[in-house]
Structures are given as C-alpha cells and as structure tokens.
C-alpha cells in the first residue's frame, strides 16, 4: 500500500518538474548596473535598448534599483506616459528595490515621478507576453545551417581541384 503511495507521488513529482520549469518567473533588473536613474545625456536609449533586449512574460519581475529618497518608480497609462504626466500615476512605489511583478500582458509604463525626471528619461515602457514561446523563433536556423553543409561541400573539391589544376599545368 504505502509502495503504491510513493509511486504515485513520484509520478506526480516527475509530472510537475517541467511545469515548474517553465512557469519560473525571470528576474530582470531594470537599466543592469546602471539601475533606475537619470540617463546620462550620452545614453539616453538606456531604458529603450533594455526593453529592446528583453523579453518579458507573464509573471516575470521587474526589479527597479535606485536611491531612496532621491528616485521613485510610478505606473502611468500610456497617454501620461507619453507626456510625462506624472501627478496621475496609477501605482507608487516609494522605496528601493522596487520589485514590480508583471501580473498582466501588454503595455506596462513606468517613470519617475521626481521633478522632469520623466522628461530627462526616466521611463520606461514594455511590452508582456504570456506563456513561454521562446523556444518558437529558434527552431529555424537548423535546417538552414544544414542547408549551408552541402555548400562547404561542394567548395572543398572545387578548392582542391583548382589547387590542382595550377600545379600540374
Ligand atoms: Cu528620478
């Protein structure tokens, strides 16, 4: 009885391994070692570029690195974003680290509520998606790198018989 038990939690156990797995929030901290500040007037695509190079899903967490008191993170609709109007915010998150889970899909916009920080850069928006579909996009390139087989292929014989071809006439 108690064998039959142990199977059963074993079964259950090797069934929800890769569920886990693949419901596992990632971490993203906002702006990397720059953390949640005012870009510098030479990097003002700090936030843009960080958004360009992540991929944010449901669940995920967004971590905002910044100095108390001097920073804040708020959550805006895309309109005040877009204008930096930030006396309508729609959450405030006043002490560091802010952690932000991303417990929807779409738009998430957020920006400093500190006097013209918005309008100096300090903003960011980013797009959620749901579930995990990044294995997708990378399933094309192996049939075309085994495409590019035969080209070395063929390239090889033709090397050695020009090679050839020089040597002996
Ligand atoms: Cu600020």
């Not at 449901?58 to 895309?78: Q, Y």
Request: net charge neutral.
């Amino acid at each position: 009885m108690a064998n039959v038990e142990i199977l059963v939690l074993l079964v259950a156990a090797a069934l929800l391994m890769p569920l886990r797995h693949t419901t596992e929030a990632a971490e993203h901290v906002v702006g990397g070692s720059a953390g949640w500040i005012i870009p510098s007037q030479g990097d003002t695509s700090l936030y843009t570029s960080f958004a360009a190079n992540n991929t944010f899903r449901l669940n995920d967490i967004l971590v905002f690195n910044f100095a108390t008191g001097f920073h804040n993170v708020v959550t805006l609709s895309k309109k005040h974003y877009d204008s930096c109007n930030v006396s309508e915010v729609m959450q405030s998150f006043d002490t560091a680290p802010a952690r932000i889970i991303l417990n929807r899909t779409g738009e998430f916009y957020f920006a400093c509520a500190f006097s013209s920080h918005c309008s100096l850069g300090q903003k960011l928006s980013i797009h959620v998606t749901a579930g995990s579909s990044s294995l997708a996009p990378l399933s094309p390139p192996p049939p075309a790198s085994r495409a590019a087989m035969p080209l070395v292929a063929v390239t090889i014989p033709v090397l050695f018989i020009a090679v050839a071809t020089n040597v002996l006439f």
